[in-house]
């Protein structure tokens, strides 16, 4: 039986050693970002939490503290993380479909709330990353969902209410929704005009070849730091784009179109970031 519906949970952007800096910068393209939040893992992180998803700055440790497995990528998108209620579950489905699935893993990082510190529990389960091409896919089941949405974080000057839309450049879309047709099924997998969709949840996942994706994004593209494949752009639902517009007034090079804006990858930490009216 395949994974259930897929539902995105969160992106993630590598920050490597640069955390200070990309923090600033998101907070300058209008994210409010939750604390630094340090995990048991060896990483840390900053969010900018949406009304079901978010997206995740994630670097080194500091005092030289790291995970072994984020070495590898660059600086850019690289996190493609769909929800999961039993981490076990989801493991034991894609072990059976002969995916490169690694075991199930245990981590938290502390939470401080109205002077209380607490535990943010997770438990996750990964494809290889040295066997999938795009970046790090993998499964998030949160066991303290109530310590990482807070209403106090969802609300963001640039109005992003929910990632609506991950871009990955492959050179053969059709081969690569393989892989989430394993995951979920023949049936979450839709292809239109030469792009195959995801639907997960409130967002959509869309493969589309990289050319086309040079294309739509031009100079605002990501450097693909020499990959065929990789996750290129996200887009957030926003309530007014006027009212981004503004948010965003002195950011270097974006592009404001009729229906988006565009943030260019190089001013967001190697990520095209589009913002769209929410429908």
Request: proline content about 7%; overall charge neutral.
């Amino acid at each position: 039986m395949p994974a259930s519906a897929p539902i995105l949970d969160h992106v993630v952007v590598d920050v490597r050693d640069r955390m200070d800096e990309a923090a600033e910068t998101y907070r300058v393209l209008g994210f409010r970002l939750t604390p630094r939040g340090h995990h048991t893992l060896g990483s840390m992180n900053h969010l900018a939490m949406f009304a079901t998803d978010y997206l995740e700055l994630l670097g080194f440790g500091e005092g030289g503290a790291g995970r072994p497995e984020l070495a590898p990528f660059p600086i850019g998108l690289n996190g493609l993380v769909f929800k999961t209620d039993d981490a076990d579950a989801t493991y034991a489905h894609a072990q059976s479909a002969g995916l490169p699935i690694l075991p199930v893993q245990a981590f938290s990082r502390p939470v401080e709330l109205d002077g209380a510190k607490k535990d943010a529990k997770f438990r996750t389960t990964r494809l290889d990353p040295t066997k999938i091409a795009m970046g790090r896919v993998y499964f998030c089941e949160h066991l303290t969902p109530e310590l990482v949405w807070r209403p106090d974080w969802q609300r963001h000057p640039n109005g992003a209410r929910a990632l609506s839309r991950v871009v990955v450049a492959t050179p053969d879309p059709r081969r690569t929704s393989g892989l989430f047709r394993a995951l979920f099924g023949d049936g979450a997998v839709r292809e239109r005009d030469g792009r195959y969709v995801v639907a997960a949840g409130s967002a959509r996942v869309e493969l589309m070849p990289a050319q086309a994706a040079a294309a739509e994004f031009g100079d605002a593209a990501p450097d693909p730091a020499g990959r065929a494949e990789y996750l290129a752009a996200l887009e957030f639902a926003v309530g007014s784009l006027a009212a981004t517009a503004q948010a965003l007034n002195g950011v270097t090079g974006i592009g404001i179109e009729s229906n988006r804006i565009i943030v260019p990858a190089r001013a967001a930490f190697n990520a095209t970031l589009v913002f769209s009216a929410a429908a």
